[in-house]
């Protein structure tokens, strides 16, 4: 299941403007970039646990009334634009809520120390031949 399927869709709104994007002077006469909006700080969709985290991860991106603004002018199509901002949205939720593993203590093997100190050895030995002997 993933984080956007907990997302309540009614949350969410969509404003369409002028592109920038590729379209030559198509973009000059159609509204084909999508911004999406979503108010995080007022959103019902997680639990307060969860938004805290939210709020923590994405708060620089944030506006001033906690809005999570993405926006998407890739496409010359609305529509494809509109799924593009589910998309970006998706992948943040993602990273919002990724927790690392827990990193495990490991000793090195005796045979993982016994080959770090042949090579010493073996570099020393190249070394020593380098040095001029006194007579």
């Given at each position: 299941?993933?984080?956007?399927?907990q997302?309540?869709?009614?949350?969410?709104?969509?404003?369409?403007?002028?592109?920038?994007?590729?379209?030559?002077?198509?973009?000059?006469?159609?509204?084909?970039?999508v911004?999406?909006?979503?108010?995080?700080?007022?959103?019902?969709?997680?639990?307060?646990?969860?938004?805290?985290?939210?709020?923590?991860?994405?708060?620089?991106?944030?506006?001033?009334?906690?809005?999570?603004?993405?926006?998407?002018?890739?496409?010359?199509?609305?529509?494809?634009?509109?799924?593009?901002?589910?998309?970006?949205?998706?992948?943040?939720?993602?990273?919002?809520?990724?927790?690392?593993?827990?990193?495990?203590k490991?000793?090195?093997?005796?045979?993982?120390?016994?080959?770090?100190?042949?090579?010493?050895?073996?570099?020393?030995d190249?070394?020593?031949?380098?040095?001029?002997?006194?007579?």
């Open positions: 299941m993933s984080y956007l399927d997302v309540m869709l009614h949350e969410i709104e969509f404003e369409v403007t002028r592109s920038s994007g590729p379209g030559g002077q198509n973009v000059n006469r159609t509204n084909s970039a911004i999406l909006r979503w108010n995080l700080v007022d959103s019902q969709s997680f639990t307060p646990e969860k938004r805290l985290q939210l709020l923590t991860y994405l708060g620089p991106r944030l506006t001033r009334a906690g809005d999570l603004l993405i926006r998407s002018e890739e496409s010359r199509d609305k529509e494809t634009n509109r799924k593009r901002c589910f998309e970006k949205l998706e992948d943040l939720l993602e990273k919002a809520f990724f927790v690392p593993k827990k990193r495990k490991t000793r090195p093997t005796r045979g993982s120390k016994e080959r770090r100190h042949e090579t010493k050895s073996r570099r020393s190249v070394k020593k031949t380098r040095k001029r002997i006194d007579f």
